[in-house]
């Protein structure tokens, strides 16, 4: 049995063939995959009550909680081609120097501009944060934002990455994110807010950042992967391209990835089973039946070439895969993410400055830190 979310019918629906592909291979294990509403809940629930579902999804925020927690089987050794995946979603299921659990696929923010706003005003896409800047302020209007994004800490952070910051320290012991270079990426941030060349998406009068690009309202979004298949069935008419997020004052590169694994419960009753049929979700027949049939990003490196041919239009997020880096850092962390987004919100709103910003993202930060690694 695999547990998961449900996610969109193409979604289901692509997984429901892997999963037949996978029972047709072979006559000794029979698989089915069970989407819940819910899914957290009724995941601690078997967790706990001991009535654990064989395969289940872990998201990179949780991960860090149930390798803590001590419930999670660590199989990456009995996993086919590991060095296929690629390093960033390698390194964030993995700890105490094991991989735990195979990535099931990903997504990877970039910037999505609209094409006929840019060529309009004689605009090439942005490659520097001096270009995304110029353009905001050519193509910002009363009905036009130049730039919508609302500022959290998982698309702030990316920012963060692309001026040579970081969050924690490599070992995830303690905060980095009080840094010089975090400080030059709000300072950037900040200023397209106070100049009136970005908006929120309420400010935008768009539900997200999709929205915003699909009905006008927005000249340059910053979005994940997702946002193509909204496009295509949303807004089939509106011209817009994709590129990978401007370069900050080093020239530097950066992005941030997020990914789910398939994990197996530490007390699993069908281990050797289970990693068979993991081992099929994430080889080169399962994954590619199940990216073709949702456009999801393959986690595995060999398969980016065939992707990219039945999904041009998506290869900027592979190719930012090679500079994104994992969300996910330890458990608890959900409350230094609840205090970064208070002190951005109060920061573009102007009741924050961007260093007691980043003290007070420091400060719960390294607290959550010290309990986690206690």
Same mark, same amino acid.
């Given at each position: 049995?695999l547990?998961?979310w449900?996610?969109s019918d193409?979604?289901?629906k692509?997984l429901?063939q892997v999963?037949a592909d996978?029972n047709?291979?072979?006559t000794?294990?029979?698989?089915?995959?069970?989407p819940?509403?819910?899914?957290d809940?009724?995941?601690q629930?078997?967790l706990?009550g001991?009535d654990?579902?064989?395969v289940f999804?872990?998201?990179?925020?949780?991960?860090?909680?149930?390798?803590?927690?001590?419930v999670?089987m660590?199989?990456?050794d009995?996993?086919?081609?590991?060095e296929d995946?690629?390093?960033a979603?390698?390194?964030?299921?993995?700890?105490?120097?094991?991989l735990?659990?195979?990535?099931?696929d990903?997504s990877?923010?970039?910037?999505?501009?609209?094409t006929?706003m840019?060529?309009?005003?004689?605009?090439k896409?942005?490659?520097?944060?001096d270009?995304m800047?110029?353009?905001a302020?050519?193509l910002a209007?009363d009905s036009?934002?130049?730039?919508?994004l609302n500022p959290s800490?998982?698309?702030f952070a990316?920012?963060f990455y692309?001026a040579?910051?970081d969050?924690?320290?490599?070992?995830?012991?303690?905060?980095?994110v009080?840094?010089?270079e975090?400080?030059?990426a709000?300072?950037f941030?900040n200023?397209?807010?106070?100049?009136?060349l970005?908006?929120?998406? @309420?400010d935008a009068n768009? *539900? !997200? &950042?999709g929205e915003?690009?699909?009905?006008?309202?927005a000249a340059?979004?910053? $979005?994940?992967?997702?946002?193509?298949?909204?496009?295509?069935d949303?807004?089939?008419?509106?011209k817009?391209?994709?590129v990978e997020?401007?370069?900050?004052?080093t020239?530097?590169k950066g992005?941030l990835a997020?990914?789910?694994?398939?994990?197996?419960?530490k007390?699993?009753?069908n281990?050797e089973?289970?990693i068979k049929f993991?081992?099929?979700?994430?080889?080169?027949?399962?994954?590619?039946?199940?990216t073709?049939?949702?456009?999801?990003l393959?986690?595995?490196?060999?398969?980016a070439?065939?992707?990219?041919?039945?999904f041009p239009e998506?290869?900027?997020?592979?190719k930012? @895969?090679e500079?994104a880096? *994992? !969300? &996910?850092?330890?458990p608890?962390?959900n409350?230094?993410?609840?205090?970064?987004? $208070?002190?951005l919100?109060l920061?573009?709103?102007?009741?924050?400055t961007i260093?007691?910003?980043?003290?007070?993202?420091?400060?719960?930060g390294?607290?959550v830190?010290a309990?986690?690694n206690k």
């Amino acid at each position: 049995l695999l547990l998961g979310w449900s996610g969109s019918d193409a979604e289901n629906k692509a997984l429901n063939q892997v999963v037949a592909d996978f029972n047709a291979s072979q006559t000794e294990i029979e698989a089915k995959f069970e989407p819940v509403p819910d899914y957290d809940t009724v995941l601690q629930n078997a967790l706990v009550g001991g009535d654990v579902p064989d395969v289940f999804y872990v998201s990179v925020q949780n991960f860090p909680t149930f390798v803590r927690d001590e419930v999670l089987m660590p199989y990456g050794d009995k996993l086919d081609n590991v060095e296929d995946f690629y390093p960033a979603l390698r390194d964030s299921f993995s700890a105490n120097d094991m991989l735990y659990c195979a990535p099931k696929d990903f997504s990877v923010l970039a910037l999505q501009i609209n094409t006929e706003m840019f060529e309009k005003a004689g605009l090439k896409p942005p490659t520097t944060w001096d270009e995304m800047k110029a353009a905001a302020k050519a193509l910002a209007t009363d009905s036009v934002a130049g730039f919508v994004l609302n500022p959290s800490l998982d698309r702030f952070a990316a920012f963060f990455y692309v001026a040579g910051g970081d969050i924690t320290n490599a070992d995830k012991t303690e905060m980095a994110v009080n840094s010089a270079e975090n400080m030059a990426a709000l300072e950037f941030l900040n200023s397209l807010y106070s100049e009136g060349l970005a908006k929120t998406t @309420a400010d935008a009068n768009a *539900g !997200w &950042g999709g929205e915003a690009l699909g009905k006008g309202l927005a000249a340059m979004v910053m $979005e994940g992967n997702w946002v193509e298949g909204f496009m295509k069935d949303s807004y089939p008419d509106v011209k817009y391209q994709t590129v990978e997020l401007p370069a900050g004052p080093t020239g530097a590169k950066g992005s941030l990835a997020f990914t789910v694994c398939y994990g197996v419960a530490k007390n699993a009753k069908n281990p050797e089973a289970s990693i068979k049929f993991i081992n099929y979700l994430v080889g080169p027949d399962g994954m590619k039946t199940w990216t073709d049939g949702t456009g999801v990003l393959p986690s595995r490196m060999s398969l980016a070439e065939g992707f990219i041919k039945q999904f041009p239009e998506r290869e900027v997020y592979l190719k930012s @895969a090679e500079f994104a880096h *994992g !969300w &996910g850092f330890a458990p608890g962390f959900n409350q230094v993410e609840t205090k970064a987004n $208070e002190q951005l919100q109060l920061l573009i709103a102007g009741q924050a400055t961007i260093e007691d910003a980043l003290k007070e993202i420091e400060s719960v930060g390294n607290t959550v830190l010290a309990e986690a690694n206690k």
